[in-house]
């Protein structure tokens, strides 16, 4: 892409920005008239290489228009050896945990998706913002509200841009979630019901409390809570919550192994939720008074939904939602648009489950 010539005329100026070969980001020049064109694609690093890493946000890397995986920060050398030459970036760009703030001189490094438990998020959030690159962290965001801010204090204070992993933003079925919520072509959504839940067989990070914050209120609730606040387009103004009796005590001896939950919004809807570490479930319906929509089964994967509003079936195309949302990241990045899914929005959420918790714990109803 060519670089703005100096001193361009009117004339020239239009074309350029009609071919794209310039940016506007609230009506400055992204970059000067004697700096380099920007990067067509940014590149990307991801920190931690477990199961999302490798079975979702590096084959979506594939797929992405405006973004490619550069480098990986890894605590095995040999697994990132091997995803340097899987994916044809320079075994230069593979990181260690304790190396990791040399990225901060590496030009090809201008994002980096933090995919670690959430335990973990503070700390290398604040590392990243403090080598200049922008990030995105897994959901959920930290594991307490004063570590969610923190996050927003230091990427502001370091101009970088923070995003929250909240795939579903992109998704379809849920984009039309919200295309009603804003229309009201059905009125607003007042009732709100749904489960999120799944068994698990054995011991895993996500039900240790330092390292997942909780149990299946931090892993899947979240969820539910993100879809009642795209359903009313609100923020929960207070919660009521009970922990199910533990069938599997021993496994689910520092976390809650079930939950229900409600929450009142201050538009008048109440939401009624279920999650949980030893059941089945993925569904979510909100109603309205002139309509209803309802996903029947797999409301909340990567893929497989199944649902309907009360003018029939839904038939929308399956995406790749994580190409999709890091790319949407990346455009933002590239021209200054604010992202939909930015770290306030996680601090939001883990303001929910705080309350969720202290609930469930004190057995009355607690304020967001």
């Not at 030459?85 to 304790?98: A, L, V």
């Not at 606040?229 to 919660?239: D, F, L, R, W």
């Not at 030893?278 to 309802?294: I, M, V, Y």
């Amino acid at each position: 892409m060519p670089s703005l010539p100096v001193g361009p005329s009117r004339r020239d100026f239009i074309r350029l920005v009609a071919t794209g070969s310039a940016a506007l980001a609230g009506g400055n020049l992204l970059w000067s008239q004697a700096g380099p064109a920007p990067k067509e694609k940014l590149g990307v690093a991801l920190l931690g290489l477990g199961k999302y890493s490798a079975g979702q946000l590096g084959p979506a890397l594939k797929e992405t228009k405006h973004c490619q995986l550069t480098g990986v920060i890894t605590g095995v050398r040999e697994k990132g050896e091997k995803w340097a030459m899987d994916y044809g970036f320079p075994r230069e760009n593979i990181y260690s945990y304790e190396t990791m703030d040399k990225i901060a001189n590496n030009p090809a490094i201008d994002i980096v998706y933090v995919v670690t438990p959430p335990g973990l998020h503070r700390e290398f959030v604040e590392r990243v913002a403090k080598a200049g690159k922008h990030v995105i962290t897994e959901k959920p965001m930290a594991t307490s509200v004063e570590d969610c801010q923190a996050m927003i204090d230091i990427c502001k204070a370091r101009k970088v841009r923070l995003s929250v992993g909240y795939r579903l933003h992109f998704d379809l079925y849920h984009r039309e979630l919200v295309r009603l919520a804003r229309s009201k072509e059905f009125g607003a959504f007042t009732k709100l019901t749904g489960k999120r839940a799944f068994v698990m067989q054995k011991h895993a990070w996500r039900i240790e409390k330092k390292l997942g914050g909780g149990g299946p209120i931090m892993d899947l609730g979240i969820y539910l809570i993100q879809g009642a606040c795209m359903a009313t387009q609100e923020t929960p103004v207070s919660v009521l919550a009970r922990e199910e009796p533990k069938k599997k005590p021993d496994l689910f001896n520092e976390v809650e192994e079930s939950m229900r939950w409600s929450m009142n919004f201050p538009g008048g809807a109440v939401a009624d939720f279920f999650t949980s570490f030893n059941d089945n479930g993925d569904q979510f319906r909100a109603e309205a008074p002139r309509g209803w929509f309802e996903l029947t089964e797999h409301a909340f994967t990567y893929r497989g939904m199944k649902g309907a509003t009360s003018k029939g079936p839904m038939t929308f195309e399956a995406i790749n939602q994580q190409a999709a949302q890091m790319d949407d990241f990346a455009e933002c990045v590239k021209t200054g648009r604010e992202t939909p899914v930015p770290g306030e929005m996680g601090l939001r959420d883990i303001r929910i489950t705080t309350a969720i918790y202290e609930s469930a714990r004190t057995g009355k109803v607690v304020n967001v």
